[in-house]
């Protein structure tokens, strides 16, 4: 399943997800400003949507989205936007359209997004890696030097990004530019949330012997009827999936060089064979994957997933 045509209101679309508004949900509806996110089986690697999708992935990507979740409301850590991931409650569907959406929707209370991706790093890998090379520090934090690819940080750090526009590539800001953007006071609480949440999930994660070296948060403003905000702010979008996060098994970690992952670090490096071989140039349109990648692809989100909640 790669596109979704409901007949509900204001239809968008993401690199992964369908979006639509909904003005009431559940049965009997309630009242509510409410979106409707559909994952479906599209596969973005390097901000570009492959042509392949991935059969399952939008099911496995939501499951485990709510699944963490639950796990951070029951510890109080965030509020978040699930209201429901029953296809059931989405009004004025078919069965047949419920049924294409069923196992990967969710009903989320409607948000003004907080234009930055809250990202949390506890290891040193991908952009955080380049930059340390670099300069020793990751967005403004500096770090002890005779780190290797793939350590753990001291302590986890908190390395704010831009949202970018379709097409273009986030942008590592560092905290005080996230706090000229969009301010301070509301910065100071997603900092203190995200890396709430990281630590809480990191050492959830390791007894289940997954390491979750970094990962993305999104958060909002939430939004009633009228589009005024009430006042809350809330976890968004997805958290803590293989799209958001970098996942490493812990048996086999061993820094000074590339871990082997459960994410989609292993889309990517197929694509970067390509890319060394002149088969593509990390624009759009991306290129096609093989059937094996794309069932190595699966196999590890999978794997993930059962590690953490099964
Ligand atoms: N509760 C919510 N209210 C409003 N918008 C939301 C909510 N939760 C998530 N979103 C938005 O829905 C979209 C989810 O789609 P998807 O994950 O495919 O996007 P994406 O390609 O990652 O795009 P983006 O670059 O905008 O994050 C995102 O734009 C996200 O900000
Ligand atoms: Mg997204």
Avoid at 35 to 46: C, I, N, P, W, Y
Avoid at 117 to 139: F, H, I, K, T
Avoid at 278 to 284: L, M, P, Q, V
Wanted: proline share 5%; charged share 25%; hydrophobic share 40%.
């Amino acid at each position: 399943m790669v596109r979704t045509d409901l007949p509900l209101a204001h239809r968008r679309e993401g690199k992964v997800r369908d979006i639509y508004d909904l003005d009431s949900w559940g049965d009997p509806p309630r009242a509510q400003s409410a979106v409707l996110l559909v994952a479906t089986d599209r596969l973005s690697a390097f901000d570009v949507v492959l042509p392949t999708a991935i059969p399952g992935k939008g099911a496995l990507l939501t499951r485990m989205s709510v699944a963490w979740f639950e796990w951070i409301e029951r510890r109080g850590l965030a509020h978040t936007h699930v209201l429901s991931g029953d296809a059931a409650d989405v009004p004025g569907l078919s069965d047949d359209e419920r049924a294409q959406i069923a196992g990967r929707c969710v009903i989320g209370r409607r948000c003004e997004i907080v234009a930055i991706e809250c990202v949390v790093r506890g290891y040193l890998e991908g952009s955080g890696w380049a930059a340390y090379q670099r300069s020793g520090s990751v967005c403004g934090v500096p770090l002890p030097a005779g780190l290797r690819r793939g350590d753990r940080l001291p302590g986890a750090i908190f390395t704010p990004a831009t949202k970018a526009a379709a097409g273009e590539h986030d942008e590592n800001i560092g905290y005080e530019r996230a706090c000229e953007g969009v301010g301070e006071e509301i910065m100071r609480t997603l900092r203190d949330t995200s890396l709430a949440i990281y630590e809480a999930a990191h050492g959830y994660a390791h007894e289940r012997g997954v390491i979750l070296a970094d990962t993305k948060f999104e958060f909002g403003h939430e939004v009633d009827e009228t589009g005024a905000r009430t006042g809350r702010v809330l976890l968004a979008d997805e958290a803590l999936t293989p799209d958001s996060s970098r996942f490493w098994a812990h048996e086999s970690w061993a820094p000074g060089s590339e871990q082997a992952s459960f994410d989609k670090q292993y889309v990517r490096e197929y694509l970067q064979s390509a890319v060394e071989r002149g088969e593509w140039d990390k624009t759009a349109p991306g290129i096609a994957l093989p059937d094996e990648v794309v069932a190595g692809t699966l196999a590890r989100y999978e794997e993930a997933f059962a590690r953490l909640f099964v």
